[in-house]
């Protein structure tokens, strides 16, 4: 209860700020997307993680105005990135399901567009399975008018939601998010370790089949690179690679070439 009230000021007091994580082309090595973290570092807390505040900002509605904020944001960083240093990639966003059910959200995601400068096809957005399956009417309207923008869907955390695969074929989805547990599961299974290998062949499968991008998440290891290469994801991203930065130093990447 005072986190959540604390939360609400956590933006107008400059505590908030995005953090940046690049994501891997695995055949030509560029750094093709970068996603956008949020964090919010306390005055008297220091570093609260998002596993805590993002369900704090969502049930007080916070998440709304932050989300806007982060869009914004993230659009106007890529542009930066794009003008002066020439990057060629995509902004990833995440969105909570409490932004994207918001009726308003197409207009905001267009207005980011508008103040930034940023092509729509440089912004992808990256929603859970749970975000998309629920009430889909306006679901599907919502995602055709972002698809009309030329703006790209993706499906973070693929493989852990209660949902079917026919949103899969029906959704205008372009690419999906292998589950970090799937690729811990690599290096430390909890189960036997043909399964974590049976689950990711299966995954890349259904993408090749579908014709969607894999992107795998929470590569840590030389030994899980390698795998997930094996199994032909197209992306890779993780602490092998990098860590979320500050802004700053992914400048200072791009400055020096990646
Ligand atoms: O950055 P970290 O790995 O700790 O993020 C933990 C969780 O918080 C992830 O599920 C991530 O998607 C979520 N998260 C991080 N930044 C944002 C954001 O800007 N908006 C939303 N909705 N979720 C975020
Ligand atoms: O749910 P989502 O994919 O948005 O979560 C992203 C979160 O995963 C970020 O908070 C980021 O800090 C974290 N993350 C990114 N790479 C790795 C990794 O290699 N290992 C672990 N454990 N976490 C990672
Ligand atoms: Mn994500
Ligand atoms: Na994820």
């Known amino acids: ?83 002066h240093y020439g990057w060629a990639g995509t902004i990833t966003v995440n969105v909570s399901p409490i932004q994207f059910a918001q009726p308003r959200f197409v207009e905001e995601v267009r207005q980011a567009l508008l103040l930034s400068g940023l092509p729509a096809h440089k912004l992808e957005l990256e929603l859970t399975e749970n975000a998309v399956i629920q009430s889909p009417a306006l679901v599907q309207a919502a995602l055709c008018s972002l698809q009309r923008m030329g703006v790209q869907i993706t499906i973070d955390d693929f493989g852990t939601g209660y949902s079917s695969l026919a949103y899969l074929r029906d959704l205008p989805i372009g690419c999906i998010k292998i589950d970090r547990s799937f690729i811990e599961d690599l290096a430390a299974p909890r189960r036997a370790p043909q399964y974590a290998v049976a689950l990711i062949t299966a995954i890349v499968s259904i993408a090749r089949t579908l014709d969607l991008q894999v992107v795998a998440e929470g590569i840590e290891t030389q030994a899980q690179l390698e795998a997930v290469r094996g199994f032909g994801c197209d992306f890779a991203q993780g602490y092998h690679f990098a860590r979320p930065l500050e802004a700053a130093v992914l400048t200072e990447l791009l400055d020096h070439g990646q």
Do not use: N
Not at 1 to 19: G, K, M
Not at 24 to 49: A, C, N, Q
């Open 1 to 83: 209860v005072l986190l959540s009230r604390e939360f609400q000021s956590a933006l107008a007091r400059e505590q908030l700020r995005l953090v940046y994580q690049p994501i891997y082309h695995l055949d030509t090595g560029e750094m093709s997307k970068v996603e956008t973290l949020l964090r919010w570092t306390h005055p008297e807390h220091g570093d609260i993680s998002p596993g805590t505040f993002i369900p704090i900002a969502e049930s007080s509605g916070q998440i709304v105005p932050v989300g806007r904020w982060v869009l914004e944001q993230a659009c106007m960083q890529a542009r930066s990135w794009r003008e």
